[in-house]
């Protein structure tokens, strides 16, 4: 009952399970080849089977849930990457991806360099991103009033 490997693997089996279902709903064969069923249907397959190798394994060698979380020091750091994650997804289209993306990666530099340098990293990557994905990509990403 309180083996984590067996649990994960039973997580991932529903999972694949639920794909699977929803796969036969798609076209195996399609007018040129194969459809889009195809490829969810194999992989949700295959998945499936592996979950049931690895629940089998997880019996042998036991991983406690106690010992899978982290603690002290490394859960703070958990929190504050998912803090940081929510920020932007809340921030971002009010402020924009370039304001958002600069606190978020603010938050995440900021413990480990000085705040200057936090400030400068995440300034210069998340503008990178932006000009790569806007002129690059030609994928648009959420802008403030002043279009940045």
């Known amino acids: 009952m309180r083996n984590a490997g067996v649990w994960v693997g039973m997580v ?7 794909v ?29 089977l592996l979950s049931l190798l690895y629940i089998g394994e997880s019996r042998k060698r036991v991983i406690q849930v106690k010992d899978v979380f982290p603690r002290a020091g490394a859960l703070g750091d958990v929190l504050r990457i998912i803090a940081a994650l929510v920020l932007f997804v809340v921030a971002a289209p009010f ?25 400068g990293i995440s300034t210069l990557v998340t503008l990178l991103v932006f000009f790569v994905f806007l002129r690059f990509l030609q994928v648009p990403l959420p802008v403030n009033s002043f279009g940045f």
């Not at 279902?21 to 459809?35: A, E, K, M, R, V």
């Not at 889009?36 to 499936?48: R, Y």
Request: with cysteine.
């Open 95 to 119: 402020t924009g991806y370039t304001i958002a993306g600069i606190a978020m990666l603010f938050l995440l530099f900021c413990r480990e360099y000085k705040w200057y340098w936090g400030l």
């Open 20 to 48: 699977f279902w929803q796969s036969l709903s798609y076209d195996y064969y399609g007018d040129y080849g194969p459809g889009p069923g195809l490829f969810p249907l194999w992989l949700s397959g295959l998945l499936m």
């Open 12 to 18: 991932i089996l529903i999972l694949a399970g639920i």
